[in-house]
């Protein structure tokens, strides 16, 4: 079956701009993951969706930062005023859920490269 | 805090000759370990991964990975380089409370010489 798409898979920006990446997980995944990755460094943990309520957004740099998943499936990740630092590479995992407990295997998409002129 | 570390930014062997990457990691309470295995231009695969079942876990394409307690370690290895091997590697350590947060270490790049 279909695995974690991303779009767009590429996003260029200038600063201070407001901007959307999506992320569409494996059909039937009720918990969904925001990470952030800069260059030379590993993904970084921003929110966790479990259905349509983030069970944790302990990542989340600032105010800035925002994510939606209204629907339990498709969730939006938002970045308002963005700044040169947000350039990274956004990546979107999904897994189970909670039938899988922590130990749940995530599935990662492709990643969103944002770059912030 | 948790916390996990890779040793190694970047790690060279020749084909047919011992893999070890290390990993330690830094947990208050007993961890759920992953690694992940990213090749370039794909996204992160699931290597293997530690659900304190086995203290010797074997994971896909040859790997093998073992948790060492008294050493907070998880060190994955391969007995045998491949080309194909050579990726970044990411050691992760999820809790086994309080939520799903998962944390990553820095990353090694293998590279395998022929």
């Known amino acids: 079956g279909a695995g974690v798409s991303q779009t767009p898979s590429n996003k260029v920006t200038e600063k201070g701009k407001y901007v959307e990446l999506r992320c569409d997980p494996i059909?039937?995944?009720?918990?969904l993951y925001w990470y952030r990755q800069s260059l030379g460094q590993g993904p970084e943990f921003l929110i966790y969706?479990?259905?349509?309520?983030?069970?944790?957004d302990s990542g989340l740099p600032n105010d800035r930062f925002f994510a939606v998943r209204p629907e339990g499936s498709v969730s939006t990740l938002k970045i308002q005023r963005t700044e040169r630092g947000d350039s990274a590479v956004y990546l979107c995992?999904?897994?189970?859920?909670?039938?899988?407990?922590?130990?749940?295997?995530?599935?990662f998409g492709p990643g969103t490269r944002l770059t912030v002129l | 805090a948790q916390s996990v570390t890779q040793l190694g930014s970047h790690v060279s062997v020749s084909e047919g000759a011992l893999v070890l990457l290390r990993c330690n990691y830094s947990?208050?309470?007993?961890?759920?370990l992953f690694w992940y295995v990213q090749y370039p231009n794909q996204g992160l695969q699931l290597l293997l991964k530690?659900?304190?079942?086995?203290?010797l876990v074997k994971g896909i394409n040859g790997f093998e990975a073992e948790f060492k307690k008294s050493e907070t370690s998880f060190h994955l290895t391969k007995p045998s380089a491949h080309m194909s091997d050579a990726a970044e590697y990411f050691c992760?350590?999820?809790?086994?409370?309080?939520?799903?947060?998962?944390?990553f270490g820095a990353g090694t790049r293998l590279f395998v010489k022929a």
């Open positions: 995992a999904s897994s189970l859920g909670l039938a899988g407990g922590p130990i749940d295997t995530q599935y």
């Open positions: 059909s039937g995944h009720t918990a």
């Open positions: 969706f479990q259905g349509t309520g983030a069970a944790d």
């Open positions: 947990s208050s309470v007993p961890p759920y």
């Open positions: 530690y659900t304190s079942a086995a203290t």
């Open positions: 992760a350590v999820t809790l086994g409370t309080g939520g799903f947060k998962t944390i």
